[in-house]
């Protein structure tokens, strides 16, 4: 396993998903988004991680399609 693993922050995550970090928070909490490295007194996600997430969480709206329309006679 010779693969090189990138640590995003708290700050980061929380720009990448366009939350705050209190929502963040509440997120890790309730266990609907994967808890942090603690590294000292620092949080990091590996990016991956992060990634996987958020691919995850809009695959609904990425394979959304219109309702077909039923003509009338």
Do not use: H, Y
Request: hydrophobic letters at 40%; one cysteine or more; aromatic letters at 6%.
């Amino acid at each position: 396993m010779n693969q090189a693993v990138q640590l995003v922050g708290k700050t980061q995550v929380c720009a990448m998903l366009g939350i705050s970090d209190r929502t963040l928070e509440k997120l890790v909490r309730s266990r609907q988004f994967p808890a942090p490295l603690r590294l000292g007194k620092r949080l990091s996600w590996v990016d991956s991680v992060v990634q996987s997430w958020l691919l995850k969480a809009v695959e609904p709206q990425l394979n959304w399609e219109p309702p077909k329309r039923i003509r009338k006679s």
